[in-house]
């Protein structure tokens, strides 16, 4: 009786197109509107990411996330390197420092200072020169989509294209001037600014006079050593905050999900694909089923007990829910595609489609029990009704 | 007539009814009442019905609208529990059934004609008469191709593919005939099975159901306004207000005349495609 119940649904093809796009709409929906949210909050930490060399990041202990900087002094270096189990220690500068441009306008960017002999916490893949070029005069290393948007220089006639900043070109940092020696590409932050790379010395003469400016100590463990007891060494030891690369990712994004809004703001779009996918595909469904009654009570006068009519209704649920979710996701799928090179931020782990698939499953079942209990409590003698 | 349902590779599967226990009776009714409803909106439908049917039989129930012809007809098909008195349908009381069995009991030994035929349509012919024996559990494959053997019986052998919509109004009730008998019912209950088929098509479709009936161990109860076909009837209720108030013998002429005239599948074929 599957294909029996499979052809009935088929047939109705204004139902079945009807259900289908309902649950194509939920799926797509809420997994694209997901899929971003997880794009965003992974931007958060993409700092944190393309820093993957050590394994402990230690900050001031009001620091809430990676981009809120509070400076520590450049002693804190010499005393964390002093601690039981630290194989090295180097210090970072990370800060937002206006770039003059040559039409005259300025751009924030964020400079990244590395430790001068090591240059440990470069960015993870260069595309123009060599991180070690940054021992030049003057260098920085600025990141691909830095160097060919925000960064670009004016053309020379009006509505041509703007011209990529290249190695060798010059820019302004707080009136010091800097030497573009590589291109590299970084993870995309939250903040979308142009990154710069240089070491931590000439960071400090680019960035404004302060007493303390060292944003993070990076930490590696020497081998044998579990990095979170290392942390709570440091922590025991110097006062200051030491987190594992995971756990500063974590409280990076977290403090993203508790105080910017942005989860209920994506909660609302996925809530409204849900209900709106449900009430379509669940309306729809049921509509279906309400116009098949007769049938179903044929088949019921017929011989066909509550048991064969459920798994026709379940057998005509799990197609919908397969093809509307398939397209769905499919359709989601096609979306890092077709908006390639543009800002999105757009990240489908394992995860979302499994929970979309869930959540898919319960419309459907949700729509299947209202239809079958009206099949339920069907009397077949109604089949001799006019 | 035999030759009409007798298959040479015959499709088996448990009835649940001892044919030879019956002793000539179908459906056996006394005293049985319904009443819808409750309190002073209480309608009775049926008033004490006694009836027998037999098998091999022809009856006709006719009387005027809401004297209680589809309540009995239901009753006897088993898809409608009676209030009082007994019923014995296929030698089994329905009351005494559970659902479960009792649905086992009607899709295995009661088919059914409906007048507004029910056919799927999303279904074609052979799909739609193939469906009794697909809830008997025959594989799909089998019973389409038993279904389309019956549907060939009765003239539609080159429409099997054809949809409901694409059928005529005779040719649409044939298909119904062909999924009531496709199974090989002991009980076949019509209700109005010609009213909304023209004078000559009706009759064509009486004198098939006349064929089935006057099978061996087979018998048909027809729900019907139709005075044109109480000819094909062996006997004919009449019913008023719940109450059977006549049963008279009906006009057929002898049985051995209509085996000559429509009791062979070609002779069925030939009458179907004049």
Redesign the interface.
């Known amino acids: 009786m599957n294909l029996v119940a499979i052809k009935m649904l088929i047939g109705d093809k204004a139902k079945y197109i009807g259900i289908i796009v309902g649950l194509t709409f939920a799926s797509l929906l809420m997994t694209q509107q997901a899929s971003i949210f997880v794009g965003l909050m992974t931007r958060t930490f993409g700092f944190i990411t393309d820093t993957s060399l050590p394994d402990i990041w230690v900050m001031d202990p009001k620091v809430q996330f990676v981009d809120d900087i509070k400076p520590l002094q450049d002693t804190q270096l010499l005393r964390v390197r002093g601690i039981e189990g630290v194989e090295w220690a180097t210090p970072l500068y990370k800060g937002l420092l206006k770039a003059r441009l040559d039409n005259g306008n300025f751009q924030t960017c964020n400079v990244i200072g590395l430790d001068d002999s090591t240059l440990i916490g470069g960015p993870p893949e260069m595309r123009e020169g060599r991180l070690e070029d940054l021992r030049r005069a003057d260098s920085v290393i600025v990141d691909e989509v830095g160097a060919n948007g925000r960064l670009a220089k004016q053309p020379a006639r009006k509505g041509d294209p703007p011209i990529p900043l290249k190695v060798g070109d010059t820019l302004e940092l707080n009136d010091n001037r800097a030497v573009v020696v590589g291109i590299c590409r970084v993870s995309r932050t939250f903040q979308s600014q142009p990154v710069l790379y240089t070491t931590y010395t000439r960071a400090t003469t680019f960035a404004p006079r302060e007493r303390k400016l060292l944003s993070f100590i990076l930490v590696k463990a020497k081998p044998g050593v579990a990095p979170r007891a290392l942390c709570e060494r440091i922590l025991q030891t110097t006062g200051l905050a030491a987190f594992t690369g995971d756990e500063f990712k974590t409280i990076t994004y977290k403090y993203f999900i508790k105080y910017t809004g942005i989860p209920i703001n994506f909660g609302i779009a996925v809530t409204l694909g849900f209900v709106v996918g449900a009430v379509i595909a669940g309306q729809m469904f049921y509509s279906f089923t309400l116009d098949n009654l007769r049938h179903f009570g044929t088949l019921k006068a017929m011989g066909a007990g509550n048991l064969t009519l459920l798994r026709m209704v379940i057998v005509q649920s799990v197609l919908v829910g397969c093809v509307g979710y398939g397209m769905g996701v499919g359709a989601a799928s096609l979306v890092p595609i077709l908006s390639s090179g543009s800002e999105l931020a757009f990240r489908m782990t394992w995860h979302i489609p499994a929970v979309v698939g869930g959540a898919i499953v319960l419309i459907c079942v949700l729509s299947a029990v209202l239809s079958v209990l009206k099949v339920f409590r069907l009397e077949p003698a109604i089949v001799f009704k006019g | 007539m035999t030759t009409l349902l007798a298959q040479p590779d015959a499709i088996t599967f448990d009835r649940r009814v001892d044919t030879a226990a019956l002793r000539g009776i179908a459906v056996r009714c006394v005293g049985v009442t319904k009443t819808y409803g409750s309190g002073q909106s209480a309608v009775m439908a049926l008033r004490g019905i006694d009836l027998e049917v037999k098998t091999g039989e022809l009856l006709m129930l006719v009387g005027p609208s809401g004297c209680g012809k589809?309540t009995l007809?239901?009753i006897i098909?088993g898809?409608?529990d009676y209030d009082q008195g007994e019923c014995a349908v296929l030698g089994q009381d329905p009351k005494r059934m559970s659902a479960?069995e009792l649905?086992?009991l009607?899709?295995?030994n009661?088919g059914?004609v409906?007048?507004?035929y029910?056919l799927?349509?999303?279904?074609n012919a052979a799909?739609n008469s193939a469906?009794?024996l697909?809830?008997?559990g025959v594989p799909?494959a089998k019973a389409v191709k038993r279904a389309r053997e019956m549907l060939g019986r009765v003239g539609l052998a080159d429409r099997w593919k054809s949809l409901p919509a694409q059928l005529s109004g005779g040719q649409q009730q044939r298909v119904a005939i062909t999924?009531a008998l496709v199974h090989e019912p002991r009980l076949i209950v019509c209700?109005e099975p010609t009213a909304a088929l023209d004078h000559e098509t009706g009759g064509r479709v009486m004198e098939l159901l006349r064929a089935v009936a006057l099978d061996e161990g087979r018998a048909l109860v027809i729900?019907t306004h139709d005075p044109r076909i109480f000819g094909f009837a062996d006997r004919i209720a009449k019913m008023d207000d719940g109450r059977i108030t006549s049963i008279n013998e009906g006009r057929h002429e002898d049985r051995s005349t209509a085996r000559g005239a429509g009791g062979t599948s070609d002779g069925l074929t030939g009458l179907l495609s004049k």
């Open positions: 589809t007809i239901s098909a898809i409608l479960r649905t086992r009607r899709g295995a009661v059914f409906f007048q507004a029910n799927i349509p999303t279904l799909e469906i009794p697909l809830l008997n799909r999924r209700d729900v």
